[in-house]
């Protein structure tokens, strides 16, 4: 089943961390305009960002370095890189999502290669 999120707010729940589980404020970007506009121009992250569908990203006119985690259909994290700005990061073929974040943010969550998260949208859709 294909997920489809709108853009908001959410949390991404890490478990497996060395804390245990995780709980990170999730932007979450799933329209066009949302997804281009990314973290482009901004200092910082208050947590994270999901874009959604996305296979690939860049860096270009970014103020800061980025981790950057692939999600596979299941939530499956493929792999995680940290990305300078400028840079155009090569798609992944089986990632359907991309997580952004802080550099260094996504290694104190316990987010690595293998480990599944769990999106909680801050609404309910029925």
Do not use: C, Q
């Amino acid at each position: 089943m294909a997920r489809r999120w709108r853009d908001g707010w959410g949390t991404l729940v890490v478990e497996g961390g060395e804390r245990g589980v995780a709980r990170v404020p999730l932007e979450i970007a799933a329209s066009y305009r949302a997804r281009t506009k990314g973290l482009l121009g901004r200092e910082s992250v208050d947590g994270a960002l999901l874009l959604s569908p996305a296979n690939s990203v860049h860096t270009f006119r970014m103020r800061m370095p980025i981790d950057v985690a692939y999600l596979d259909r299941r939530l499956r994290v493929i792999a995680v890189r940290t990305m300078r700005p400028g840079r155009l990061g090569a798609p992944r073929l089986r990632a359907r999502h991309v997580l952004e974040a802080e550099a260094g943010a996504m290694a104190g969550w316990g987010l690595r290669a293998g480990v599944r998260v769990v999106i909680e949208t801050a609404t309910l859709h029925g």
